[in-house]
């Protein structure tokens, strides 16, 4: 059985800093690009970063220079590091895994976590 948890959410201030984390467990995590997703109150999920098998990795431009993707096979996780965070940062933020490479498209992905909250302060 395919989990995806996230973990590390939180409240943070305008401009601080905050990594989340996705562990998985049940796939085979080097085969598999991994994503972070994320969807503010009365808004459409949107795509955030991914990161292939390989380590490449594509940002969208509202996170770009400020958010970093990493993961870690030995441990099957992903990260997200998130800096210079600005009040629209606000969200659920969910991680998410696609056999080969999805990149921004969600229905690409074929699993998902549950969401861990990130809430900005100004």
């Known amino acids: 059985q395919v989990q995806l948890v996230e973990s590390g959410g939180g409240l943070v201030q305008a401009g601080g800093s905050l990594r989340i984390a996705c562990a998985a467990s049940?796939?085979?995590?080097?085969?598999?690009?991994m994503g972070w997703f994320r969807q503010a109150p009365g808004k459409e999920r949107e795509f955030v970063a991914t990161?292939?098998?390989?380590?490449?990795?594509v940002y969208a431009d509202s996170v770009k220079g400020r958010f970093a993707i990493s993961r870690d096979s030995a441990k099957t996780k992903m990260y997200l590091q998130m800096n210079s965070m600005k009040s629209e940062d606000t969200a659920v933020y969910y991680c998410?895994?696609?056999?080969?490479?999805?990149?921004?498209?969600?229905?690409?992905?074929?699993?998902w976590g549950q969401g861990t909250q990130v809430t900005v302060s100004s």
């Open positions: 049940g796939l085979t995590f080097s085969s598999y690009a």
């Open positions: 998410a895994a696609a056999l080969g490479w999805a990149g921004g498209m969600a229905g690409g992905y074929d699993y």
């Open positions: 990161i292939s098998r390989t380590g490449n990795t």
